[in-house]
């Protein structure tokens, strides 16, 4: 029978104390612990070496293979682990002492989003509701007088409003909030309306705190989501579900603590009670709408991908566990498929593509790249695997975009032709990594100086005069940072996971060309959604070939267009038609059945040289 450990986990300024049997990991017992600032992009599977943590006191496993690998000596002997390759042991009698590893800087989290919300008709609205006064003859309840006046939703019906009404009893006129010609609130004189608007990224969430009755964006919280300890991408997501003891539950309990905090901080941060939130709106991909929901995702995972719900849903927050919020409804607009959730329908409807007489190419560019064009008539849309390395993840120095992380790179060249590199962090703080528009910068810079060919295959550091190719433990590197304690190299590992990135969104666009009939001389625009597509050099990304090699003056960032759809969702009283527009127009091209995809996949894997792939 296994022993129960119980240990003591220093995490930033908290001290937790768990337990867990001997025989687990210590990433597996970590990941009870809600708040918990541990990164494990790759799952679990001892392949990213982020998941670090520091013996302080008592006895573990001895290091695995893995760990030799992507830990250095130093490391090592100063009792730095990896979690997820650590093992509690029997007959251990000291108390076991260990604290996380991770960077302090702040999250760089896009929550901006381009274009305003100029809308001629808000969704909701004020109007005081003429009753009947009572009187002993006439004693209906004050709810009754109500229903006989006017429209009303279920929503009116919850405690929240009922204690509302009661202080109204005397009186001939309710200060009503109405949705569509329906009572959904009471409202007290002057009182205001608020909602949530959420985003829930695979990678980060943003809350928006929206004023109902002026469309006015309040306020907002971003941060990274706290789900990252269970993998960077769906798919590891999606089997942290199955591979843990109530994994469901516990992945749903993870980014719903983190949403209650969220929203918690924005009503406190503006003095306002949260039973006065009317109605919460949350977007996000297939798989993290079902996490949230605490529904399986498993079958999203397997062909033939069939997810449980596409549908729009509400449910009171109060059914998911929400604590600090519970008087309330949360919404879930639709999403197209299993792999382009509400997020892409989200972001359709707020960059407005669809309201285009021409053609235009929407990519929304993450660990699930998302990718739909809009032919002038119908909406051609795909998800293509790209993987976390644009996220940092599965990069050897990779990190997200915190303060600190080499966010871009360039080079120039001496008097005797001798390049050397010129970067920038986030913060202008002290290189600790670097992020995704760095990655893409520092790979375009080696093309430009010819440190590697268009396979991606590396210069010795023997046959690189300049220097910059050195050797290390990981191979042939590619030097950004040298002169700090902390050096930052790309790795050949690190180029050719940002080959098969860049092959897959390129390939993806590639096949929805083909499927539409389009040529990229078609193209009138091309938006690129996110938090990734705001900070990327758009001729960098397209020397790599991860964009098209369109004119530059047609491609613009948008910002979070599908936190704008979820505000949308809130204001507009035609957001919800217009989605559900957007997904009947919609044709969804399975890429993993596709010949043409895997033969553009192919060809993708390699750098464009003189010209770029077109669709052909």
Not at 25 to 52: F, I, V, W
Not at 168 to 174: E, F
Not at 409 to 420: H, I, N
Not at 558 to 585: C, F, R, W
Request: net charge negative; with cysteine; glycine share 10%.
């Amino acid at each position: 029978m296994a022993q129960e450990h119980v240990f003591t986990v220093i995490d930033k300024d908290a001290t937790y104390t768990i337990g867990s049997p001997s025989g687990t990991t210590l990433l597996q017992a970590l990941r009870q612990l809600g708040d918990l600032a541990l990164e494990a992009p790759c799952g679990g599977n001892g392949s990213c070496g982020k998941c670090k943590v520091r013996i302080l006191q008592g006895e573990v496993s001895s290091p695995q293979t893995e760990e030799t690998h992507l830990l250095s000596a130093q490391e090592l002997r100063g009792g730095i682990r990896l979690a997820c390759r650590t093992y509690l042991l029997d007959g251990v009698d000291q108390q076991l002492v260990i604290a996380t590893m991770h960077h302090t800087g702040t999250s760089q989290v896009m929550a901006a989003f381009t274009g305003g919300m100029p809308l001629e008709n808000l969704r909701f609205h004020a109007q005081d509701i003429e009753i009947e006064r009572s009187s002993a003859e006439d004693q209906r309840s004050q709810l009754a007088r109500l229903m006989d006046e006017v429209a009303v939703h279920p929503a009116l019906k919850s405690p929240r409003n009922l204690r509302h009404l009661q202080r109204t009893i005397g009186h001939t006129s309710i200060r009503c909030l109405m949705d569509q010609g329906k009572v959904v609130s009471i409202l007290d004189p002057k009182e205001k309306a608020y909602g949530l608007s959420i985003d829930i990224g695979t990678t980060t969430v943003v809350v928006y705190l929206v004023e109902l009755l002026n469309g006015a964006v309040v306020d907002y919280r971003a941060a990274l989501n706290d789900q990252k300890r269970f993998g960077a991408d769906v798919i590891s997501r999606i089997e942290a579900v199955a591979g843990q003891p109530k994994g469901g539950l516990l992945l749903q309990h993870t980014i719903v603590r983190q949403l209650d905090k969220m929203a918690a901080e924005l009503c406190q941060a503006h003095s306002i009670p949260t039973d006065s939130l009317i109605e919460l709106c949350a977007v996000g991909n297939t798989t993290m709408l079902h996490l949230l929901l605490g529904v399986d995702p498993a079958s999203i995972a397997v062909a033939p991908f069939t997810p449980v719900f596409t549908e729009n849903l509400s449910c009171p927050v109060s059914q998911l566990g929400f604590t600090h919020i519970s008087d309330t409804t949360l919404c879930v607009p639709g999403s197209i498929a299993s792999y382009v959730g509400a997020d892409i329908t989200a972001g359709v409807l707020a960059s407005g593509i669809t309201r285009q007489t021409k053609p235009v190419l929407f990519l929304d560019i993450g660990t699930n790249g998302e990718i739909a064009l809009w032919d002038g008539a119908q909406l051609y849309c795909c998800s293509s695997a790209a993987g976390p390395a644009f996220e940092g993840a599965s990069i050897l120095h990779g990190t997200g975009g915190i303060t600190g992380a080499v966010s871009s790179v360039s080079w120039v060249k001496d008097e005797q032709g001798k390049p050397s590199i010129i970067y920038q962090t986030i913060g202008e703080n002290i290189p600790i990594g670097i992020c995704g528009s760095g990655i893409i910068d520092a790979t375009a810079a080696l093309l430009e100086l010819g440190l590697v060919d268009e396979t991606g295959a590396m210069l010795d550091s023997q046959e690189d005069g300049s220097q910059l190719i050195i050797a290390t433990p990981a191979g042939n590197a590619f030097s950004i940072v040298s002169a700090t304690d902390h050096p930052v190299y790309l790795t050949h590992k690190d180029v050719r996971e940002v080959q098969l990135a860049k092959a897959a969104i390129a390939a993806g666009i590639r096949t929805l060309m083909y499927e539409s009939g389009l040529s990229l001389d078609d193209l009138q625009a091309v938006v690129i959604a996110g938090g990734f597509g705001s900070f990327i050099d758009i001729g960098k990304a397209q020397r790599i070939g991860l964009l098209p090699p369109v004119d530059p003056g047609i491609i613009s960032s948008v910002g979070n267009a599908a936190g704008k759809g979820a505000v949308l969702s809130l204001l507009d009283p035609t957001a919800y038609e217009a989605m559900e527009q957007i997904i009947h127009q919609a044709r969804y091209i399975e890429l993993s059945s596709s010949p043409q995809f895997m033969q553009y996949y192919i060809d993708e894997m390699t750098f464009p040289t003189e010209g770029f792939n077109t669709h052909g």
